[in-house]
């Protein structure tokens, strides 16, 4: 019995001998290589200690294995130009928004809102000042006409055959020709219109009234929105949708026409475009789809394999 008992505590003294070993063994080989600056990752990576090793990633705004790293450009695509509605710039790791003369950048970062000039010192006019989205003018009491500076004001009493006349007529400024008689000109951003004394807004003045985009066109500027915005009513301001609202909208529409914007539209998104085949499906339902409703079963599905074949080769081959 005693001769057992001595046989199992010898047994018990070398196992723990042997656990004890192991373990100083593996304790002492892991060495941090981040603290001791031996790792090789990118200057733009973060180092990161594991047992035995480390790992290498990229800093947020950089895209990369670890070892290169380099910038993301979140301004690349034209069509979300980095979520901004005005201007994106690309910084290292990073990008800002801004915003055209007559905007400030909103809290969020991205959106532009019109600066109210009105509220600095009257926005210099003497009289009268007027806020407008990305601008503001002044105007003049009755009796008082603006003169050629836009801020100041002059008494109508003051008659004569030149531009103090108080029938000049001039939208914005009254210029004496050589041979006595007066010619109208604009502000820079507008455009003399064919009476030659109105003047007509265009897209280089307070982005022609416009919150996010501005086209110029026959009639004057059009205003557009950033995709996440909506045009209000009052055809200038922008105002925020949700994507519940953005698809509902894109799925409600009926005509050919619509349906091709939106085509072009989606092929430009880059990251968000749905597969070629999938897309000349949709665009064969909207068009064929109506068909159904006229003829048998057989004859739907007859009309819908032909249109499906037609867009697919348009698809695939212009
Ligand atoms: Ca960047
Ligand atoms: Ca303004």
Redesign the pocket.
């Given at each position: 019995m005693g001769t057992v008992c001595f046989a199992r505590r010898c047994c018990l003294l070398l196992a723990l001998a042997w656990v004890g070993r192991l373990a100083a063994g593996s304790g002492s080989a892991d060495v941090d290589e981040c603290t001791e600056g031996t790792d090789d990752c990118h200057i733009d990576a973060i180092c990161q200690n594991t047992p035995k090793s480390y790992k290498c990633i990229c800093k947020p705004g950089y895209k990369g294995e670890g070892k290169q790293c380099e910038d993301i450009d979140e301004c690349e695509n034209d069509f979300y130009n980095g979520g901004c509605v005005h201007e994106c710039i690309n910084i290292p790791g990073n990008y800002r928004c801004t915003c055209y003369d007559?905007f400030m950048l909103a809290h969020d970062g991205h959106n532009c809102l019109?600066?109210?000039?009105c509220q600095d010192n009257n926005g210099g006019c003497q009289q009268i000042c007027v806020?407008?989205?990305?601008?503001?003018e002044c105007q003049c009491k009755e009796g008082f006409f603006l003169s050629d500076n836009q801020h100041t004001c002059i008494h109508r009493s003051i008659e004569g055959m030149n531009c103090m006349n108080k029938d000049h007529g001039c939208a914005h400024i009254c210029r004496e020709t050589p041979k006595g008689g007066v010619a109208c000109e604009c502000r820079p951003g507008f455009e003399l219109a064919k009476n030659q004394k109105d003047c007509k807004l265009t897209c280089n003045y307070?982005n022609g009234g416009c919150q996010h985009t501005c086209d110029d066109t026959d009639t004057g500027p059009v205003c557009g929105c950033h995709q996440k915005y909506a045009l209000h009513s009052d055809g200038r301001t922008c105002i925020e949708k949700d994507e519940a609202a953005i698809e509902s909208s894109e799925y409600n529409a009926t005509s050919v026409a619509d349906v091709d914007k939106r085509v072009k539209r989606r092929l430009l998104m880059g990251n968000t475009f749905l597969p070629l085949p999938l897309l000349c499906s949709h665009f064969c339902l909207y068009v064929c789809g109506g068909r159904f409703s006229f003829g048998l079963i057989w004859s739907f599905w007859f009309w819908f394999g032909l249109c499906l074949a037609f867009f697919l080769f348009v698809c695939l081959f212009f």
């Open positions: 007559g019109d600066v109210d000039e806020n407008t989205m990305g601008s503001y307070g």
